[in-house]
């Protein structure tokens, strides 16, 4: 049994370095050489509003089906090379490639919730993050690199597609450790209910809409109060550092409430804009801040989706929830409205993103209230 954790925990750091290097050529270098092939910031907003959406909407789409299952696993696995080799002859055709984008957002949000429950299924949640830091690493590592190296969109796209196999390839060979979702004894609800735990879903969502303005404008945001653009790219390496720190760190953390862990996690997510906002000029508060990814990310996403795995017996069908209503719609959200409040008035960006999170965490305190009161 040890030797077999032992290889599926090498399997599952393969996949997780794979297919977050992958995430990171997409989100970070894509957008940027797609400009270079003439689209227009519109046209860009456009494509990359596709994934979200379809990591949003398809969760009620398995929900009605019945589920998520193994060939539609196999399947995503596929989807997500096929989008990625359809990204070559889509490049300078906007309706193609919005379509192609259809495709790689919804393959890429029905892998990455199954792999995390295999994960969970597999090894304990103490040993997740140390499995999962791999991911981390993947992302800042291409990030690195391509930001040396890269020239052209074509060779962005290049990269696009052997991340895509290298993510096929190890999500293929760890099927064979799924295991179908069964009920539970510790209180999971069978039927895939969001309203019976409506306050944690409102509470995830909010996290992830104040992360908007940390997502898209930090970099502006930092770069306009005098911090150079270098040092911002340190600000952005130093918080996956803390990521990755956390996430090798965190199992004995683990073993403790992981409501309380939520809640934790939540309320220094709103300290942390709270400093962004009050000290705009200090490249120290800077960096104590982002030193709270360890907590914001590493420690909230572990916590949550091992808390999720917990509160239904469709454990995979929740995790895809999870995934889309954090990422997917908070994401959406959290994005269209700091570009708002930024054009509007920046300096009030990261105070609202600080009153955005107080709710989350605000409706954590109600959902832990809902449970002792009625056991929802």
């Given at each position: 049994?040890?030797?077999?954790?032992?290889?599926?925990?090498?399997?599952?750091?393969?996949?997780?370095?794979?297919?977050?290097?992958?995430?990171?050529?997409?989100?970070?270098?894509?957008?940027?050489?797609?400009?270079?092939?003439?689209?227009?910031?519109?046209?860009?907003?456009a494509?990359?509003?596709?994934?979200?959406?379809?990591?949003?909407?398809?969760?009620?789409l398995?929900?009605?089906?019945?589920?998520?299952?193994?060939?539609?696993?196999?399947?995503?696995?596929?989807?997500?090379?096929?989008?990625?080799?359809?990204?070559?002859?889509?490049?300078?055709?906007?309706?193609?490639?919005?379509?192609?984008?259809?495709?790689?957002?919804?393959?890429?949000?029905?892998?990455?919730?199954?792999?995390?429950?295999?994960?969970?299924?597999t090894?304990?949640?103490?040993?997740?993050?140390?499995?999962?830091?791999?991911?981390?690493?993947?992302?800042?590592?291409?990030?690195?690199?391509?930001?040396?190296?890269?020239?052209?969109?074509?060779?962005?796209?290049?990269?696009?597609?052997?991340?895509?196999?290298?993510?096929?390839?190890?999500?293929?060979?760890?099927?064979?450790?799924?295991?179908?979702?069964?009920?539970?004894?510790?209180?999971?609800?069978?039927?895939?209910?969001?309203?019976?735990?409506?306050?944690?879903?409102?509470?995830?969502?909010?996290?992830?809409?104040s992360?908007?303005g940390?997502?898209?404008?930090?970099?502006?945001?930092?770069?306009?109060?005098?911090i150079?653009?270098?040092?911002?790219?340190?600000?952005?390496?130093f918080?996956?550092?803390?990521?990755?720190?956390?996430?090798?760190?965190?199992?004995?953390?683990?073993?403790?409430?992981?409501?309380?862990?939520?809640?934790f996690?939540?309320?220094?997510?709103?300290?942390?804009?709270?400093?962004?906002?009050?000290?705009?000029?200090?490249?120290?508060?800077a960096?104590?801040?982002?030193?709270?990814?360890?907590?914001?990310?590493?420690?909230?996403?572990?916590?949550?989706?091992?808390?999720?795995?917990?509160?239904?017996?469709?454990?995979?069908?929740?995790?895809?929830?999870?995934?889309?209503?954090t990422?997917?719609?908070?994401g959406?959200?959290?994005?269209?409205?700091?570009g708002?409040?930024?054009?509007?008035?920046?300096?009030?960006?990261?105070l609202?993103?600080?009153?955005?999170?107080?709710?989350?965490?605000?409706?954590?305190?109600?959902?832990?209230?809902?449970?002792?009161?009625?056991?929802?």
């Open positions: 049994m040890t030797l077999l954790r032992s290889g599926v925990a090498w399997l599952l750091g393969l996949f997780y370095l794979s297919y977050f290097a992958l995430v990171g050529v997409y989100i970070i270098f894509l957008p940027k050489m797609l400009t270079l092939a003439g689209y227009t910031p519109a046209q860009v907003g494509i990359f509003a596709a994934a979200p959406l379809m990591r949003f909407l398809l969760p009620f398995f929900r009605r089906l019945g589920g998520v299952h193994h060939r539609t696993y196999l399947g995503a696995l596929l989807a997500v090379f096929v989008a990625a080799l359809l990204f070559f002859p889509a490049l300078n055709h906007f309706a193609a490639l919005f379509l192609a984008n259809l495709l790689y957002g919804a393959a890429m949000g029905v892998i990455l919730p199954y792999v995390d429950t295999i994960a969970l299924q090894i304990d949640k103490e040993r997740y993050g140390r499995v999962r830091l791999w991911g981390s690493m993947g992302f800042m590592a291409i990030a690195l690199w391509l930001g040396r190296v890269l020239e052209t969109p074509e060779q962005s796209l290049a990269y696009l597609a052997v991340l895509a196999l290298a993510t096929l390839l190890s999500g293929w060979f760890l099927a064979r450790y799924d295991r179908p979702d069964t009920p539970t004894t510790d209180g999971a609800s069978g039927h895939l209910s969001l309203m019976r735990h409506w306050a944690f879903w409102v509470s995830a969502f909010f996290l992830q809409v992360f908007g940390f997502y898209n404008f930090f970099t502006i945001y930092e770069t306009a109060h005098g150079s653009l270098e040092t911002t790219s340190w600000l952005w390496s918080g996956v550092l803390c990521e990755i720190a956390m996430l090798y760190w965190q199992g004995p953390l683990l073993r403790r409430n992981l409501q309380t862990l939520i809640e996690s939540v309320a220094t997510t709103a300290l942390r804009w709270a400093m962004l906002w009050l000290w705009p000029d200090s490249l120290w508060v960096f104590a801040a982002q030193s709270l990814h360890a907590f914001n990310f590493a420690l909230y996403y572990t916590a949550a989706i091992a808390y999720v795995y917990t509160l239904y017996s469709q454990k995979k069908l929740a995790q895809q929830f999870f995934l889309g209503i990422f997917g719609l908070g959406a959200v959290g994005a269209l409205v700091a708002w409040i930024y054009d509007w008035k920046p300096d009030a960006l990261f609202f993103e600080a009153i955005v999170a107080l709710m989350a965490w605000g409706m954590m305190r109600i959902h832990r209230l809902r449970k002792a009161r009625h056991g929802a």
